[in-house]
């Protein structure tokens, strides 16, 4: 299976700050096929990138991602409160799909 | 709009079967899989299975054969997830969850608890 390594594994950031995480696939993922997830404690996950780079629905735009291959990124141009929690990569490319172990964002 | 409404809590013995619920409203049952994850407390995401609620077909992760079955009910639009032989390693939030491309809708979340 396609293992996906998210690091780092916990950050902390300043409001106003920019941010970036990353994704690493141990084979190469369709761009099309890998997204990313939101989660705030007590909640269950929210669709936030989908294919590799496109926003959900009521994501703020200062969220983008990137990425081909076996490298991704989620990254906020401007740390706000709110964005504190984990954020989850998973490839559909290949089954099974498969998630990273998540990167807790926390406010410095 | 699309909601996924889960079963409630379960506590539950050792080497008994459990069935969680997951109840689609808001769109056409029929036209999207239904995914099923499983959360350790404090844990990442592990993807337990699919089912095409129309055809009835599933795929399971190898790693759940055997200790998850998924079956859907079209006339309700409700999907179902059995876990059979339990032991503490199941306890865990399981997901309900809409894929079509990609996985958008999540259901609330059943936690279950496997305790003596």
């Known amino acids: 299976q396609i293992v996906l390594t998210q690091s780092p594994a916990i950050m902390s950031a300043s409001l106003g700050e920019r941010v970036t995480m990353t994704c690493t696939a141990s084979?190469?993922?369709?761009?099309?096929?890998l997204h990313w997830y939101q989660q705030k404690p007590g909640s269950s996950p929210k669709l936030w990138i989908y294919s590799t780079s496109n926003l959900a629905s009521g994501v703020p735009a200062r969220f983008s991602g990137s990425g081909s291959g076996t490298s991704y990124s989620l990254t906020i141009s401007s740390m706000e409160a709110e964005d504190a929690a984990t954020y989850y990569c998973h490839q559909y490319h290949r089954s099974p799909p498969t998630f990273g172990g998540g990167t807790k964002l926390e406010i410095k | 709009q699309v909601q996924l409404q889960q079963s409630g809590a379960e506590l539950v013995r050792p080497g008994t079967s459990v069935k969680v619920s997951c109840k689609a409203s808001g769109y056409a049952f029929t036209n999207y899989l239904i995914e099923w994850v499983k959360q350790r407390p404090g844990q990442g995401l592990e993807w337990i299975g699919v089912i095409n609620p129309g055809s009835g077909g599933t795929n399971y992760n190898e790693k759940f054969k055997g200790k998850a079955t998924l079956t859907a009910d079209k006339s309700s639009s409700t999907a179902y997830m059995q876990l059979s032989s339990l032991t503490s390693d199941d306890s865990a939030v399981y997901f309900c969850a809409r894929s079509g491309n990609w996985v958008d809708y999540w259901g609330q979340g059943t936690t279950l608890t496997v305790s003596s």
């Open positions: 084979s190469s993922v369709s761009s099309s096929y």
